[in-house]
Every structure is written in C-alpha cells, then in structure tokens.
Nanobody, 115 residues
C-alpha cells in the first residue's frame, strides 16, 4: 500500500512563501501523475498543480506564476513551492497520486495566509 505524507504547511503573512513536501513510501515514478489539491471550508476540493510521469505540468489559473510543482525522484518526494501567497490560498492542501484507476491521498496539511 502506497502512502503519501505531506509536510511544510503553516501560518504565513500575505506575500510570503511556503514549500510543501509530499513524501511517498515508494517510487513516485510509478504514478501516472502526482499533484496537489486544496480544500477550503465550504468549498470543494480543487486541483492546484499536477505533474505527469513524463514531466508535463498543469496549474490552476489562480496559482499560475506563483506556485511551482517539482519532484525529486531520488527522494521519492514531490514539492509545491508557493510564492506571493494570498489569503485566498488558505486551505488544507492534499498530495495526490494516480496509479491506473486508483487514487492515493495524503492526510493533508493546513496552509493559512493572514492578511
């Protein structure tokens, strides 16, 4: 059973930066895609950024130019560098991996951006 464990969340002022990490219990290259989702209170979970096995990336319009997804396959870790954070980025951020028809999720990490 593959496990994903997020870290790096916290409280930051608007305009600040955070880097989230998602450590997998095995090789991240087995996943068709890995990504970050977020869910704010009262909202649906939404895709923030995704990286495909081949390296292609996709971002939500709301984070383009501010967030960067990357990976280190040697460390089995996916990162989300978040710059120029805004209060509306406040949410629980979840790491996600898709493997054929199965979805894997981490437990989530809270990001709070104060104005």
């Amino acid at each position: 059973q593959v496990q994903l464990v997020e870290s790096g969340g916290g409280l930051v002022q608007a305009g600040g930066s955070l880097r989230l990490s998602c450590a997998a219990s095995g090789s991240i290259l087995i996943f068709n895609a890995m990504g970050w989702y977020r869910q704010a209170p009262g909202n649906q979970r939404e895709l923030v950024a995704r990286i495909m096995r081949g390296g292609d990336t996709k971002y939500a319009d709301s984070v383009k130019g501010r967030f960067t997804i990357s990976r280190d396959s040697a460390k089995n870790t996916v990162y989300l560098q978040m710059n120029s954070l805004k209060p509306e980025d406040t949410a629980v951020y979840y790491c996600h991996g898709s493997l054929f028809v199965r979805d894997y999720w981490g437990q989530g990490t809270q990001v709070t951006v104060s104005s």
